[in-house]
């Protein structure tokens, strides 16, 4: 989903597709920020505030999210601050430390606002429950990540490795990252489950959205992956078609909220 | 070598069982015993593979233990054996291999899982518990999803359609019918399995096995006991197990099973049999797309021919070369987890002593496989059966 886009003297600025009072069904400032730090030259930024704003807590850490998934390094006396409003889903990068006056950003999607309301309410359960969901460990999580999000990948005798693995079949260990998977991919097949054929941790959510769907997609260097679908609600998948990815809240457990890629039709 | 013999088997009825643990596994043990031709009880048992994930979470720690304590197995050296939906068919294996090995004479190998008191929520989460959690299942995926993604591509790459699955569906369920254990137990039309509810595109409710509570239970026993306990002993010929990678995508094919495979060769090579020798086949269809996969990797029909196979309704009882699922198969006779893979050796030890129902009986049967997979093709084990050593 294309973010909306500003600038002024003082900042650069975005919001989602939905503008500035909604981040959409997975979307959050996070998500938002991601966005607007890929699609501006990279260079060094503090976030202590940015962090703050944050609905919920992030299952690792924001400094570690940014550096894996954009080309910008966060350092505490960065050249630029990420900041965000705390009254609408508007994010900024500037050279502030404050901003005076948050823009009105336009929508190019309409909003919902049964369904967004009951998204809400249904991230919020989620995340404050303690959920029959999947169990991955919070050092998995921290490891992965770089993987998960930011595509990084492995290379073992020429041959491109993704999800990351451990030992090859000569007993050797797999050097942890070497390169990065392109963020476009072709899918290979897909389906759309209901939403009581749903896993347990999207069971709030996905009666909301009609269900879920996921894509088994192909990397241009050969490694295959599964993601979850975002903003398909006026498309449908179709094998052989393109999709590029797009970091995402995927699920809310023990007062964390977990980010993962989910696939954007092109 | 030694050879290994099956003298007995029994198990409870696939479903809403209204029995819990140690009820259930009692009532299969009492059937696999009384099943027997000459004295045998479960003293005499030397040691005990019990399959099972515990779903649910009920007795996950030493299950087997348990268990045996309240069949009267009491002291018998046991262990749960853990391989997703293939639990048991890996227990058979590993209670032949005990035997082979010349460590035990007697021995019991069995299944267990209790499905249907969880909450909608719980068993939603148990269900999803052995596809790669951290790769799979954060992408939405259960094995739904997992198998309706091979579906699609299977569709793709072959002259394929989900009318192919829809005649795996109705054989199956007619199968099912008349068999006083299964599940389900409905003759299904054409169209009623062609309507069904969604579940995961492609795949309807009628593609797709019940969740069953269930246990079975099979006594094997070393060749030169076999004729103590029965005149009709049958010959575990062959057994293989193989592996893949855990999640779909990390594999090289979407449409075959390598683990499958890898199995068959190993138990067709030690049982010297060939598929085309093979009188009936219990296979894991867990989805329906899964038994067209099965008949291709099992050498049945040739790569990209199941969905032929299945259309022109060759596994169907006494109608081709090989019955495909004469119990029912998952999708009839149900689906309990870890009693699935001793059910089937359940269902080919009556089969091959000719003790089903009349209107069940394969004709002639002589060689049996069964075919028990872990997962979306993780695991699975393979075993061969015949009446004839």
């Known amino acids: 989903m294309p973010i909306s886009k500003s600038s002024s003297e003082q900042a650069v600025f975005a919001s989602s597709a939905y503008g500035q009072q909604w981040a959409g069904p997975d979307g959050d400032r996070l998500t938002i920020a991601l966005q607007l730090l890929q699609s501006e030259m990279p260079s060094t930024i503090q976030i202590d505030s940015f962090v703050d704003s944050l609905e919920f807590t992030p299952s690792t850490p924001v400094d570690s999210i940014i550096e894996s998934t954009t080309d910008w390094t966060v350092s505490s006396d960065g050249e630029f601050h990420l900041l965000a409003s705390t009254t609408s889903f508007v994010v900024a990068i500037s050279k502030h430390e404050v901003i005076r006056q948050w823009p009105d950003l336009p929508s190019t999607k309409p909003v919902d606002e049964q369904q967004k309301t009951a998204l809400e309410e249904a991230w919020m359960n989620e995340i404050m429950g303690v959920s029959q969901g999947a169990y991955v460990s919070q050092s998995q999580h921290m490891l992965a990540m770089p993987s998960r999000l930011g595509l990084h990948a492995q290379e073992d005798a020429s041959k491109i490795v993704w999800p990351p693995r451990q030992l090859n079949e000569q007993g050797q260990r797999i050097a942890p990252v070497s390169s990065r998977l392109d963020n476009a991919a072709k899918i290979l097949t897909w389906t759309r489950l209901s939403a009581v054929g749903a896993p347990s941790e999207f069971s709030l959510r996905a009666p909301l959205l009609g269900g879920v769907s996921t894509v088994l997609v192909e990397f241009s260097s050969g490694p295959k992956g599964v993601f979850m679908l975002a903003d398909d609600e006026e498309g449908q998948a179709s094998i052989d078609q393109r999709v590029t990815f797009e970091v995402r809240r995927l699920y809310g457990q023990d007062n964390l909220i977990h980010y993962g890629l989910k696939a954007l039709l092109n | ?389």
């Open chain 2, 1 to 389: 070598m030694v050879d290994v013999a099956m003298v007995g088997a029994g198990q409870t009825k696939f479903g809403n069982h209204p029995l819990g643990l140690k009820g259930m596994w009692s009532e299969a043990v009492e059937k696999a015993f009384s099943s027997v031709d000459n004295d045998c009880s479960p003293s005499m048992v030397e040691e005990a593979f019990i399959g099972s994930i515990a779903f649910g979470g009920s007795q996950l720690g030493n299950t087997a233990a348990l268990l045996t304590e309240h069949s009267g197995m009491d002291g018998v050296s046991v262990r749960r054996v853990e391989n997703a939906c293939a639990s048991s068919g890996f227990a058979l294996r590993d209670a032949w291999m005990t035997i082979k090995s010349g460590q035990a004479d007697i021995v019991v190998a069995g299944g267990i899982e209790k499905m249907n008191d969880l909450s909608a929520e719980r068993k939603r989460y148990w269900l999803g518990v052995s596809g790669d959690t951290e790769w799979e299942r954060l992408a939405g995926l259960t094995f739904p999803g997992t198998y309706a993604l091979t579906a699609r591509r299977y569709f793709h790459e072959f002259e394929s359609t989900h009318d192919d699955l829809v005649h795996v569906s109705v054989k199956n369920h007619m199968h099912g019918f008349d068999n006083e254990v299964a599940h389900l137990r409905k003759d299904v039309s054409f169209e009623k399995a062609n309507s069904g509810a969604m579940v995961a595109d492609p795949l309807t409710l009628y593609d797709c096995c019940p969740t069953s509570d269930g246990a079975s239970a099979v006594i094997l026993v070393a060749d030169h006991l076999a004729h103590q306990f029965t005149d009709t002993p049958i010959w575990v010929k062959g057994s293989g197990a193989g592996s893949d990678k855990l999640a779909l995508h990390d594999r090289p094919s979407l449409t075959q099973l390598r683990a499958t495979q890898l199995a068959s060769q190993k138990a067709y090579s030690i049982a010297n049999v060939q598929p085309n020798q093979i009188d009936l086949a219990e296979v894991h269809d867990c989805f329906t797309i899964a038994e067209v996969l099965a008949t291709e990797d099992l050498g049945f029909a040739g790569r990209g021919e199941g969905g032929r196979f299945a259309r022109d309704g060759l596994g169907r009882r006494n109608e081709g070369d090989v019955t495909i699922n004469a119990s029912g198969g998952l999708k009839s006779k149900g689906h309990p987890l870890g009693a699935t893979g001793t059910g089937q050796a359940v269902e080919v030890f009556k089969q091959l002593r000719h003790q089903v129902e009349s209107t069940r009986q394969v004709r002639d049967a002589e060689v049996g496989l069964t075919h028990n997979v872990g997962g979306s093709g993780a695991t699975c084990a393979v075993h061969i059966f015949g009446r004839e050593r």
